[in-house]
Nanobody, 118 residues
Framework: QVQLVESGGGLVQTGGSLRLSCAASGMPFSANGMGWYRQAPGKQRAWVATISIDGTTNYADSVKGRFTISRDNAKNTVWLQMNSLKPEDTAVYYC????????????WGQGTQVTVSS
């Protein structure tokens, strides 16, 4: 079965950086676009950054210029480099395929908590 395992979260001060990793297994990784999503307390999960199979990236306006998504198909891994972190970036971060198709709704992992202190 598909497994997505996120790691790299933690507590950081405003302006700090973190690098999140997502290891995928049980799926044709190179044949899927991938995305990072986040869910803040009391809010719905929302996409943050996406990377297509050809490496084209896209970012939510709130993180543009601060976050960078990348992937390594040989390692079945996608990363999210987060710089200039703000308190509003505090959330649980998840990776999943992009675009999300129906079957992928069952792929969500445990996520990784990012907390940015002011």
């Amino acid at each position: 079965q598909v497994q997505l395992v996120e790691s790299g979260g933690g507590l950081v001060q405003t302006g700090g950086s973190l690098r999140l990793s997502c290891a995928a297994s049980g799926m044709p990784f190179s044949a899927n676009g991938m995305g990072w999503y986040r869910q803040a307390p009391g809010k719905q999960r929302a996409w943050v950054a996406t990377i297509s199979i050809d490496g084209t990236t896209n970012y939510a306006d709130s993180v543009k210029g601060r976050f960078t998504i990348s992937r390594d198909n040989a390692k079945n891994t996608v990363w999210l480099q987060m710089n200039s972190l703000k308190p509003e970036d505090t959330a649980v971060y998840y990776c999943n395929v992009w675009p999300l198709y129906a079957r992928a709704l069952g792929y969500w992992g445990q996520g990784t908590q990012v907390t940015v202190s002011s």
